[in-house]
């Protein structure tokens, strides 16, 4: 078992000696493309966690103008806990209300000095589930119903515009990303091919001494996500030093405006995707490619 | 061993390549083919190793219908044959060594097995010396003993050969014819097809006469 895995991989890496500059080429196509395809991952990924961390700060507040009594408030508070899409609910009294304001201003607090305590309305928060966003108008709507809440504030406009950027970044991401796969499995297919050109005979002549189609092609296969897999190694390496070297900086200075605190790379799980992604473009390329050479029949 | 039953190869529409050739080999014969060049040799041995379907016709081998054989048993099938042809197929990136042992690591024989066997097989046809050669660096005559060396390794029951001396010398037709008849000596079945004519009269045996894809003539010596 083992000396037959060795057998093969002997023969693979005896195939992509024999033709270094194909092999090279074959590398750089996927390192290339799945370098682009980084790029754009990683952009994507810090958007993303921006609006996720926005989309758990956002929160529905009800003003009360007049601050309910205990048992009202209880039945309130019970009242909404009890919506399918709340997660939580928290009263906010005046008190609390005007010391969170005072917090918030810091150095400028004595601007309130000749304020009153209850000078801001006391208020519900309510935060809903994060997967029952989309809901938001609905849960809006049904705590409307009861006059008594007054204003109803929530900041889904500017979030919704800033998902609806999100989603277009990943379209182009995914179109482009798809796109370039698919240049680079074919720019990989005809590469193996060229080299398959020149063993023609070779691949002939196997057949005819009662190779099967796996044992030929094996070697092949292997080669093909080899390649792939270096290049995938790569486009890791490749995207890692841009960004540490332009990503962090360039995109960290968009999006620390926003609150961000840090820009990071693509977690542990995708720069495995990555080069898993280089094998197997490395792999159904050749794949293609051998479709055609290895024939044991004119039929 | 080989029967052939109205074996019918059409290329093209209304232009056979062979036409109703029924004939019979038995185990342990030495059959010669000939004719002209266009006679349709080639593509009978072609079909016998099923690398051609026939358009009719039926063809079987040990008793086993292999006219529509499954893509996927062809290997089986070839395994049990050796093949030699007029250009020699050699693996030139391989060494004289690997190519002889390449039908049987394909067999998934065991390595002191094989090694044993080619060479032995490599000091039959006088080569053992040369083993660690490229085939390119070996003259005709030794490409075409390396390329008798390959098939004969597996000890094959049929032993299809398409003009193997056609490019070599006539003394070095006759190391090959030599070794041919060795081969047969031990049991395999020959089929060769030639148009030498000087080589059935010094060798003589069977020989079936093709002309435009028709038996014509099938002569004991
Ligand atoms: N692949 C092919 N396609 C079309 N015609 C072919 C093909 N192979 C052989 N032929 C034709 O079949 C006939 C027999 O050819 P072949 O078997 O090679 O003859 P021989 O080997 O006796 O010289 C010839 O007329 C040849 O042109
Ligand atoms: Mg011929």
Same mark, same amino acid.
């Given at each position: 078992?083992?000396g037959?895995v060795?057998?093969?991989?002997r023969?693979a890496l ?5 033709s270094?500059?194909?092999s090279a ?7 290339v /493309? ?14 993303? !966690? ?6 758990a700060?956002l929160?529905?507040?009800a ?5 309910p009594d205990?048992t009202?408030?209880n !039945?309130?508070l019970s009242?909404i ?5 709340? /997660?939580e609910?928290?009263y906010v009294s005046?008190?609390?209300a005007?010391? !969170? ?5 810091g150095?400028d607090a004595?601007l309130?000095?000749g304020?009153?305590?209850?000078v801001?309305?006391a208020?519900?928060?309510?935060r809903?589930k ?5 809901a ?6 049904r705590?409307g !119903?009861n006059?008594a809440l007054?204003e109803?504030h929530?900041?889904r406009?500017w979030?919704?515009?800033f998902? /609806?950027?999100?989603?277009l970044l990943?379209?182009?991401?995914a179109?482009?990303?798809g796109?370039l ?6 720019i990989?297919a005809?590469?193996?091919?060229l080299?398959?050109? /020149?063993?023609?005979?070779?691949l002939e002549?196997?057949?005819m001494?009662?190779?099967?189609a796996?044992f030929i092609?094996?070697p ?5 996500a080899?390649q ?10 490749v995207?890692?030093v841009a960004?540490?070297v332009i ?6 200075n968009?999006l620390?405006?926003?609150?961000i ?7 542990f799980a995708?720069?495995?995707l990555?080069v898993?992604?280089g094998a197997?473009?490395?792999?159904l390329g050749s794949?293609l490619?051998?479709?055609k ?7 | 061993?080989?029967q ?8 093209q529409r209304?232009?056979?390549?062979? =036409?109703d050739v029924?004939?019979r %080999?038995?185990?342990?014969e030495?059959?010669y083919?000939t004719?002209?060049s ?15 379907r026939?358009t009719?016709g039926?063809?079987l081998m ?5 006219t ?8 089986h099938?070839r395994?049990?044959l050796?093949i %030699?042809?007029q250009?020699?197929?050699l693996?030139?990136r391989?060494t004289?060594f ?14 002191i097995e094989?090694s044993k066997?080619?060479?032995?097989v490599l000091?039959q046809?006088g080569?053992?010396h040369r083993l =660690? ?6 003259s005709?005559g030794e490409?075409?003993?390396?390329a008798?060396a390959?098939?004969? %390794? ?11 001396t056609?490019?070599?010398d006539p003394? %070095?037709?006759m190391?090959?014819m030599e070794l ?5 000596a031990r ?6 097809a ?5 080589l059935?009269r ?8 093709l002309?435009a894809g028709r038996v ?6």
């Amino acid at each position: 078992m083992i000396g037959q895995v060795v057998y093969f991989l002997r023969r693979a890496l005896r195939n992509m000696l024999y033709s270094p500059v194909l092999s090279a080429a074959s590398i750089f196509t996927v390192g290339v /493309a799945l370098a682009l395809l980084a790029f754009f991952a990683i952009a994507v990924l810090n958007v993303q !966690r921006l609006t996720a961390s926005w989309a758990a700060e956002l929160a529905v507040v009800a003003y009360l103008e007049q601050p309910p009594d205990g048992t009202v408030l209880n !039945r309130w508070l019970s009242e909404i806990r009890a919506y399918p899409e709340v /997660a939580e609910v928290t009263y906010v009294s005046r008190q609390e209300a005007y010391q !969170r304001f005072k917090k918030r201003l810091g150095n400028d607090a004595d601007l309130l000095d000749g304020l009153g305590a209850d000078v801001l309305p006391a208020s519900l928060e309510i935060r809903l589930k994060p997967e029952q966003r989309e809901a938001m108008a609905a849960v809006v709507e049904r705590l409307g !119903r009861n006059k008594a809440l007054g204003e109803l504030h929530y900041g889904r406009e500017w979030l919704e515009r800033f998902e /609806a950027f999100l989603l277009l970044l990943r379209t182009i991401g995914a179109a482009l990303g798809g796109f370039l796969v698919l240049a680079a499995l074919v720019i990989v297919a005809n590469t193996i091919k060229l080299t398959l050109y /020149a063993r023609q005979d070779e691949l002939e002549a196997m057949t005819m001494v009662g190779a099967t189609a796996l044992f030929i092609k094996l070697p092949y296969l292997i080669e093909g996500a080899l390649q792939g897999l270096f290049g995938g190694m790569m486009a890791l390496l490749v995207s890692f030093v841009a960004f540490r070297v332009i990503l962090r900086e360039s995109l960290g200075n968009i999006l620390l405006l926003t609150g961000i605190d840090t820009i990071h790379f693509l977690p542990f799980a995708w720069q495995g995707l990555l080069v898993v992604a280089g094998a197997l473009i490395g792999l159904l390329g050749s794949l293609l490619a051998l479709r055609k050479f290895v024939r044991f029949c004119q039929d | 061993m080989i029967q052939l039953f109205n074996l019918t190869k059409a290329f093209q529409r209304d232009q056979n390549a062979l =036409s109703d050739v029924t004939l019979r %080999v038995t185990k342990g014969e030495f059959v010669y083919l000939t004719g002209p060049s266009g006679a349709g040799k080639s593509t009978l041995l072609k079909m016998i190793c099923c690398a051609e379907r026939p358009t009719r016709g039926q063809i079987l081998m040990d008793g086993r219908n292999i006219t529509q054989l499954a893509t996927r048993y062809i290997p089986h099938l070839r395994r049990n044959l050796g093949i %030699v042809f007029q250009d020699f197929k050699l693996l030139n990136r391989r060494t004289v060594f690997e190519n002889v042992a390449f039908p049987l690591e394909v067999q998934g024989r065991r390595r002191i097995e094989i090694s044993k066997k080619v060479y032995n097989v490599l000091k039959q046809v006088g080569l053992e010396h040369r083993l =660690s050669h490229n085939p390119l660096q070996l003259s005709g005559g030794e490409q075409q003993r390396v390329a008798v060396a390959r098939a004969l %390794v597996v000890d094959p029951l049929v032993l299809l050969a398409d003009e193997p001396t056609g490019n070599l010398d006539p003394d %070095v037709t006759m190391d090959i014819m030599e070794l041919f008849k060795g081969a047969n000596a031990r049991g395999t079945t020959i089929v060769m097809a030639t148009h030498d004519r000087g080589l059935i009269r010094q060798f003589p045996r069977r020989v079936i006469a093709l002309e435009a894809g028709r038996v014509v003539g099938d002569n004991q010596p």
